[in-house]
């Protein structure tokens, strides 16, 4: 019934609500977000025996940028780190276009084995950036990598994804997904890593912030978050605003949503609070010295609860309870009555001597006689 109702909620309020009350419906970064699940379900983890090689040569003087690229070439550069020098290389067009498709979904952690002037040795690196032309962005001119040490802190920008997002607790419970900064620096220690950082949601909800803090506790072994953000650690990166599903899922729990009623369905849809449905007060626990009835009245009772189809106890307790209220609701017409005899009585008095007044002062006094 609920899945049904959602559903429905799902088509409402009509397009031209759209632009007062679209906080309450699926932002664009929610939809990219769930395109994104999709192409990574199957991809968040590097395949480490089938590593990409790419080729190189060591560029000379005379390889400028401008005659690399009528060559369809582009200069690279592999960063110097700790006893290992700077190396310049030049690069074929076509790998650095595949190093720009790699960036676009998941950043530069994609590990590559250079292979420098047909060397048997290679050099493992991943891809740090990679420099396009101040007005044509589609043309890269300059590419930088970084060596990949194992045991050692590599400076990596990892995608932050989030695991299951469709089955999450703030997506059931109708939160919006709103994305801060989804991609964080971590030191990667392991030589086999994942692609993308997971981030479990288990105890989040609606109105909470998934922050760099938060993903820290999830980390797989061998990465850790970058100094950088020693004194950022409640950067926002995944932050879930209410919508009218949370508001009807929450009354839901509460006992306060009727499903039947089309009012409660509207005004979640606006994101109105839904009035609560008025609930009878619990009866008190009868004492036992209260609940003796006559044994000849207990069979004519146990009779009708066989008619009815309820248990003897459940009939003998509405019976006791209805007394009760008469004898209650007795004592409050009594009441009543009482105190409108007694207003009626102060009326009458107040009648009466207002009466005297004015026939005294009707009366004329009796004149003297001559």
Same mark, same amino acid.
């Given at each position: 019934?609920?899945? &049904?109702?959602?559903?429905?909620?799902?088509?409402?309020? #009509?397009?031209?609500? =759209? @632009?007062?009350?679209?906080?309450?419906?699926?932002?664009?970064?929610? *939809?990219?977000?769930?395109?994104?699940?999709? %192409?990574?379900?199957?991809? %968040?983890?590097?395949?480490?025996?089938?590593?990409?090689?790419?080729? /190189? &040569?060591?560029? $000379?003087?005379?390889?400028? +940028?401008?005659?690399?690229?009528?060559?369809?070439?582009?200069?690279?550069?592999?960063?110097?780190?700790?006893?290992?020098?700077?190396?310049? =290389?030049?690069?074929? *067009?076509?790998?650095?276009?595949?190093?720009?498709?790699?960036?676009? @979904?998941?950043?530069?952690?994609?590990?590559?084995?250079?292979?420098?002037?047909?060397?048997?040795?290679?050099?493992?690196?991943?891809?740090? @950036?990679? @420099?396009?032309?101040? %007005?044509?962005?589609?043309? #890269?001119?300059?590419?930088?990598?970084?060596?990949? !040490?194992?045991?050692?802190?590599?400076?990596?920008?990892?995608?932050?994804? !989030?695991?299951?997002?469709?089955?999450?607790?703030?997506?059931?419970?109708?939160?919006?997904?709103?994305?801060?900064?989804?991609?964080?620096?971590?030191?990667?220690?392991?030589?086999?890593?994942?692609?993308?950082? *997971?981030?479990?949601?288990?105890? &989040? &909800?609606?109105?909470?912030?998934?922050?760099?803090?938060?993903?820290?506790?999830?980390?797989?072994?061998?990465?850790?978050?970058?100094?950088?953000? $020693?004194?950022?650690?409640?950067?926002?990166?995944?932050?879930?605003?209410?919508?009218?599903?949370? +508001?009807?899922?929450?009354?839901?729990?509460?006992?306060?949503?009727?499903?039947?009623?089309?009012?409660?369905?509207?005004?979640?849809?606006?994101?109105?609070?839904?009035?609560?449905?008025?609930?009878?007060?619990?009866?008190?626990?009868? #004492?036992?010295?209260?609940?003796?009835?006559?044994?000849?009245?207990?069979?004519? %009772?146990?009779?009708? /609860?066989?008619? *009815?189809?309820?248990?003897?106890?459940?009939?003998?307790?509405?019976?006791?309870?209805?007394?009760?209220?008469?004898?209650?609701?007795?004592?409050?017409?009594?009441?009543? !009555?009482? $105190?409108?005899?007694?207003?009626?009585?102060?009326?009458?008095?107040?009648?009466?001597?207002?009466?005297?007044?004015?026939?005294?002062?009707?009366?004329?006094? /009796?004149?003297?006689?001559?």
């Amino acid at each position: 019934m609920i899945k &049904t109702i959602l559903r429905r909620i799902h088509k409402f309020p #009509p397009n031209r609500y =759209l @632009d007062e009350y679209g906080d309450f419906f699926d932002r664009d970064q929610e *939809l990219l977000h769930r395109r994104f699940q999709k %192409i990574r379900s199957d991809r %968040i983890s590097i395949d480490f025996d089938n590593v990409p090689e790419l080729f /190189a &040569t060591t560029r $000379k003087n005379e390889n400028t +940028i401008r005659d690399l690229w009528r060559h369809r070439k582009v200069a690279g550069v592999i960063l110097a780190k700790d006893e290992f020098p700077e190396i310049n =290389l030049v690069h074929p *067009l076509e790998d650095a276009y595949r190093l720009m498709r790699d960036k676009n @979904d998941y950043g530069f952690v994609d590990p590559y084995d250079i292979n420098i002037d047909d060397d048997e040795d290679q050099v493992r690196v991943f891809c740090k @950036d990679v @420099d396009t032309h101040l %007005i044509y962005q589609n043309w #890269p001119m300059w590419c930088t990598f970084q060596r990949f !040490i194992p045991g050692r802190p590599n400076r990596m920008l990892m995608k932050v994804a !989030i695991n299951d997002w469709e089955n999450s607790e703030p997506k059931i419970r109708g939160g919006r997904l709103i994305v801060k900064d989804d991609f964080v620096w971590v030191d990667v220690y392991i030589p086999e890593y994942p692609r993308v950082l *997971l981030a479990d949601l288990s105890e &989040t &909800t609606p109105m909470d912030k998934y922050t760099v803090a938060d993903l820290e506790k999830c980390l797989p072994d061998g990465i850790e978050i970058a100094p950088v953000y $020693k004194d950022k650690r409640k950067q926002i990166i995944y932050k879930f605003a209410l919508g009218y599903r949370t +508001i009807m899922y929450d009354s839901w729990l509460h006992n306060e949503f009727d499903v039947t009623r089309a009012v409660d369905i509207d005004r979640t849809a606006f994101g109105l609070p839904i009035r609560a449905p008025k609930t009878e007060k619990a009866v008190d626990p009868l #004492p036992p010295e209260k609940q003796y009835l006559p044994k000849s009245e207990e069979e004519r %009772i146990r009779k009708v /609860a066989q008619l *009815l189809g309820k248990s003897f106890d459940e009939v003998k307790r509405d019976i006791i309870v209805g007394r009760q209220n008469r004898e209650k609701d007795k004592k409050v017409v009594e009441e009543r !009555i009482a $105190k409108q005899r007694k207003e009626y009585e102060k009326y009458q008095k107040a009648m009466e001597v207002s009466d005297a007044q004015t026939s005294s002062a009707t009366e004329k006094p /009796a004149g003297k006689k001559k």
